[in-house]
């Protein structure tokens, strides 16, 4: 069983800045695609960005486009998702997921692994 381990989360400002990371030594992120998505209370889960494939091609939801940016170490075999600006209506539990086909999804149930998510609560 693939497990991944986020880290980063916390207790930030509005307009402040949060960097999440994603590890899973079992995958090779570059050839997987490897994606973060949120869940605030009461809402379902919902995808926020993803990185796919050798070339590190990108993708993001129109919430958070030009604010938060993904990324892959591939020496260190994580990917990391840095939160700039960030606003109340950010606040949720974050998860790092990866499924093993490079072709672009933003739906949970296509994702075969989970991280356990990681609090991040922004405070206006």
């Known amino acids: 069983q693939v497990q991944l381990a986020e880290s980063g989360g916390g207790l930030v400002q509005a307009g402040g800045s949060l960097r999440l990371s994603c590890s899973a030594p079992?995958?090779?992120?570059?050839?997987?695609?490897v994606g973060w998505f949120r869940q605030a209370p009461g809402k379902e889960r919902e995808f926020v960005a993803v990185?796919?494939?050798?070339?590190?091609?990108?993708y993001y939801a129109d919430s958070v486009k030009g604010r938060f940016t993904i990324s892959r170490d591939s020496a260190r075999n994580t990917v990391n998702l840095q939160m700039n600006s960030l606003k109340s209506e950010d606040t949720a539990v974050y998860y790092c997921?990866?499924?093993?086909?490079?072709?672009?999804?933003?739906?949970?149930?296509?994702?075969?692994?989970w991280g356990q998510g990681t609090q991040v609560t922004v405070s206006s």
């Open positions: 990185i796919r494939g050798a070339e590190g091609s990108t």
């Open positions: 997921a990866a499924r093993r086909s490079v072709s672009l999804s933003t739906t949970p149930p296509a994702y075969e692994y």
């Open positions: 079992e995958l090779t992120f570059s050839v997987n695609s």
